[in-house]
T-cell receptor, first 110, second 112 residues
Framework: AQRVTQPEKLLSVFKGAPVELKCNYS??????LFWYVQYSRQRLQLLLR??SRESIKGFTADLNKGETSFHLKKPFAQEEDSAMYYC????????????FGGGTRVLVKP | EADIYQTPRYLVIGTGKKITLECSQT?????MYWYQQDPGMELHLIHY???????EKGDLSSESTVSRIRTEHFPLTLESARPSHTSQYLC???????????FGSGTRLTVV
């Protein structure tokens, strides 16, 4: 069965410091990976997807198939980045449904 | 405005009551999903539907049931609520060929 693991429940960093959220997945085929974000009192929303190779709000994520990882990075964290972040996996084997990790809460301190 | 709507936003109800959580989307999406999420925990898929009259159980076993009589509507029903059903329920939708999901605001259910 496919699985997504986010080892850090909480990441606390100072404003301007780099932040990296770890995501590892278990799937032997070709997956689609996503990062979703939930700001306080807002809905869960898509942040970025690996196939787009884009940078959103300064965040980037690279799919490493060898390490089965999709870590999310930002070189200079801002206070508005404080939120809950979820890594998600989508595969044809699972009927194209999203499987989510446990989430990482990011707290950016001033 | 095209969106996905969940009602109620919050619900506190007594044990044994029947409840229905509403989810409607006006985006013309064919696929809809229900996730259950405890505070600070991962999201677990409990039901999904790929079209009208199509419903399937998700990865997490749930005593709830769903129906999909209309494309835009995907209600979730608990016949007899119990304290163990206390959780947040998130509805989402997507369109075939488009990988992202759109999530609703969620219903936070408390059974006392």
């Amino acid at each position: 069965a496919q699985r997504v693991t986010q080892p850090e429940k909480l990441l606390s960093v100072f404003k301007g410091a780099p932040v990296e959220l770890k995501c590892n997945y278990s799937y032997s085929g070709s997956p689609e990976l996503f990062w979703y974000v939930q700001y306080s009192r807002q809905r869960l929303q898509l942040l970025l997807r690996h196939i787009s190779r884009e940078s959103i709000k300064g965040f980037t994520a690279d799919l490493n198939k060898g390490e089965t990882s999709f870590h999310l990075k930002k070189p200079f964290a801002q206070e508005e980045d404080s939120a809950m972040y979820y890594c998600a996996l989508r595969t044809q084997a699972a009927g194209n449904k999203l499987t989510f990790g446990g989430g990482t809460r990011v707290l950016v301190k001033p | 405005e095209a969106d996905i709507y969940q009602t109620p936003r919050y619900l506190v109800i007594g044990t044994g009551k029947k409840i229905t959580l509403e989810c409607s989307q006006t985006m013309g999406h064919d696929k809809m999903y229900w996730y259950q999420q405890d505070p600070g925990m991962e999201l677990h898929l409990i039901h999904y539907s790929y079209g009208v009259n199509s419903t399937e159980k998700g990865d997490l076993s749930s005593e709830s049931t769903v129906s999909r009589i209309r494309t835009e509507h995907f209600p979730l029903t608990l016949e007899s609520a119990r304290p163990s059903h206390t959780s947040q329920y998130l509805c989402a939708s997507s369109r075939t060929g488009v990988s992202g999901y759109t999530f609703g605001s969620g219903t936070r259910l408390t059974v006392v």
